[in-house]
């Protein structure tokens, strides 16, 4: 019998691709399942950044590529941070990856040894936690909820730091919730880990250019704070290049030369004509990815209205990405008489097979009480499936 790495033992399948799984199998037997549980804009990616990938070939970009990435895309990172977000990183600090999840687990593999901790607000994407363990760290988490908007206060998350905190890891946009944060609740949340200099921050700003409430705000803005955020970013959500698999980071030069180190033991350089496409995207007119961001929108109101015709969830208004997350918790305990709610995973299997709809439950994401929803389909498909799930809901008494 072949033995499997202990490691194994400490994290836990993904949840949102359990389920997404789960749904290809009921498709394939012929059900009619919407999924509702996947990440993934439905839109197509600009043919404008299709035409340069094809040029990329073309011109010859078929060899290997540098580990941190083309000093020219890097070049056009850097300006990007700076331009867009007023961060400012050489091309020295950048290193481009296979994905931003990629990027996000050489930082924690680069800062982290055994029994660092590192702070997680809740709700959280999913892989936070799982990266941590790999990293053999200790996940710390502050607790949220919807009545918060998803937002853990400073006090809170000051509360969660001891001698052994490594890093507070956030997103905002946020998935899961959608929750925004603003400037001034940045700069708060970075004048008290002013007090704490040997805390690295790690932003992940990879639903950047979904947001619904203006401009996008970065923490490493603050001169105060920016030598110790790692910035991470990536092409998928904002450019619908999810299968292009391109994340990058903006980080201290200490800790991009160590990803850089790792990366170039894991997967080297990330590969040759995603690099061309997306330095031809950050290069050229957003309007492709000001018109998805606006569809988004439009979804976001419309799935929020369907929603609050249902009795007995609770929800926030999300001002970013594309995914709500209502707190379920007024169905613990119903039953439709054959079947007995007892959690958010129950739920969601309850939905899944009852309503031909496919989400999932928010215990992934640290929030047990919640289920998470994502709109990144068409309105026709969100309003059958909300409907589904409202005449399915009905049947729990």
């Not at 201290?252 to 790792?262: G, N, R, T």
Request: with cysteine; net charge negative; glycine share 6%.
């Amino acid at each position: 019998m072949i033995k499997l790495a202990s490691r194994l033992n400490t994290i836990v399948e993904s949840n949102t691709l359990r389920m997404a799984k789960l749904s290809r199998e009921l498709q394939a037997q012929g059900k009619d399942v919407i999924n509702l549980s996947l990440g993934e804009p439905d839109f197509q990616t600009p043919q404008h950044i299709k035409d340069a990938a094809k040029k990329a070939i073309d011109d010859g970009y078929t060899f290997y590529t540098p580990v941190v990435g083309y000093l020219d895309l890097r070049q056009a990172i850097s300006k990007k941070f700076e331009i867009d977000n007023g961060l400012y990183y050489t091309p020295e600090q950048i290193v481009v990856s296979t994905g931003a999840k990629q990027s996000i687990i050489n930082v924690l593999l680069s800062i982290l040894n055994v029994g660092d901790e590192v702070i997680i607000p809740t709700p959280f994407w999913v892989s936070y936690s799982e990266m941590v363990k790999i990293a053999e760290g200790v996940p710390v988490y502050v607790h949220s909820n919807v009545t918060q908007d998803y937002k853990p206060t400073v006090a809170q998350l000051e509360a969660a730091i001891t001698s052994k905190t490594k890093a507070f890891i956030f997103s905002s946009p946020c998935n899961p919730t959608g929750s925004v944060f603003s400037k001034e609740e940045l700069f708060e949340i970075a004048k008290m880990f002013e007090k704490y200099p040997e805390i690295i921050i790690i932003a992940d700003e990879i639903y950047e250019h979904i947001n619904f409430i203006g401009k996008h705000e970065s923490i490493g803005q603050f001169n105060f704070i920016k030598d110790r955020v790692v910035t991470v970013n990536g092409m998928s959500k904002g450019f619908a290049m999810t299968g292009w698999r391109l994340g990058y980071i903006g980080a201290p030069k200490e800790i991009a030369q160590a990803c850089e180190k790792l990366q170039g033991q894991f997967t080297s350089g990330t590969n040759s004509i995603a690099q061309r496409a997306a330095l031809f995207a950050l290069q050229s007119d957003l309007k492709p990815t000001i018109e998805m961001a606006n569809a988004f929108h439009r979804r976001r109101d419309l799935v929020i209205k369907l929603l609050k015709e249902i009795e007995g969830l609770k929800l926030n208004i999300p001002e970013g990405a594309f995914y709500v997350f209502p707190d379920v918790s007024s169905y613990f305990g119903k039953s439709d008489g054959t079947t007995t709610i007892n959690n958010c995973e129950d739920l969601c299997m309850y939905i899944l097979h009852n309503a031909n709809v496919s989400i999932v439950g928010g215990d992934s994401f640290g929030a047990p009480e919640c289920v998470r929803f994502s709109y990144a389909t068409s309105d026709e498909k969100l309003t059958e499936a909300i409907s589904r799930i409202k005449n399915a809901l009905q049947h729990l008494k």
